[in-house]
């Protein structure tokens, strides 16, 4: 089976760091996926890693550790516009091509 | 590079009507296309994944007679919602891959349907 753990809702005040956290169990693995979503919009792509260790890009930094099924979505200097849900997600390559399954997501708030 | 539209953005239909949603890939060939359906608070949850010129694969749980998917060609799919009802109100997405990046999943801006 499938089954994504991350936590629900998180806050976190404006120019800090917050750490989003993602578990997985699945059937198959090539790679985890980080989106980002704002209410009534698309998700829109964060970041991607297959291999183990941290991905770096901006703000925004990705941490896998497949040993684990673990991984952590790291958001620096926040801002107000970086409030919106993020979502984890594993490709599962079965049949040909590769689907997506995500988490449940997690809620951040960034407040002044 | 790699855009993906839906059309419409919004509809609004009556119970026991059908609807039809657009996915285009607009730079690219999507060689395949995922439906997804988001309610309110809630995840993305895969409906289908369709590959050009062939039967779309269902998720389990979903009705095939109801959520019709086509994919015609390598730039279009569309998801007809048949007979809607209410509980059928929520937020479809498409997304398609086939770009550059050949491990990504481009996502269209959704289509909220309401069923009144």
């Known amino acids: 089976g499938q089954n994504i753990d991350q936590p629900t809702e998180m806050t976190a005040t404006e120019g800090a760091i917050v750490q989003i956290n993602c578990t997985y169990q699945?059937?198959?693995?090539?790679?985890l996926f980080w989106y980002q979503q704002h209410a009534g919009e698309a998700p829109t792509f964060l970041s991607y890693?297959?291999?183990?260790g941290l991905e770096e890009k901006g703000r925004f930094s990705s941490f896998l550790s497949r040993s684990k099924g673990y991984s952590y979505l790291l958001l620096k200097e926040l801002q107000m516009k970086d409030s919106a849900s993020y979502l984890c997600?594993?490709?599962?390559?079965?049949?040909?091509?590769?689907?997506?399954?995500f988490g449940k997501g997690t809620m951040l708030l960034v407040s002044p | 590079g790699a855009v993906v539209s839906q059309h419409p953005s919004r509809v609004i239909c009556k119970s026991g009507t059908s609807v039809k949603i657009e996915c285009r890939s607009l730079?690219?060939?999507?060689?395949?296309m995922f439906w997804y359906r988001q309610f309110p608070k809630q995840s993305l949850m895969l409906m289908a994944t369709?590959?050009?010129?062939?039967?779309?694969?269902?998720e389990q749980g979903v009705e095939k007679d109801k959520f019709l998917i086509n994919h015609a060609s390598l730039t279009l799919s569309t998801l007809t919602v048949t007979s809607a009802h209410p509980e059928d109100s929520s937020f479809y997405i498409c997304?398609?891959?086939?770009?550059?990046?050949?491990?990504?999943?481009?996502f269209g801006p959704g289509t909220r349907l309401t069923v009144t």
């Open positions: 890693n297959v291999l183990d």
């Open positions: 997600a594993v490709r599962d390559p079965r049949a040909g091509y590769s689907t997506l399954t």
């Open positions: 369709s590959n050009e010129g062939s039967k779309a694969t269902y």
């Open positions: 730079d690219f060939q999507a060689t395949t």
């Open positions: 997304s398609a891959s086939g770009g550059i990046r050949t491990y990504e999943q481009y």
């Open positions: 699945t059937s198959g693995f090539n790679g």
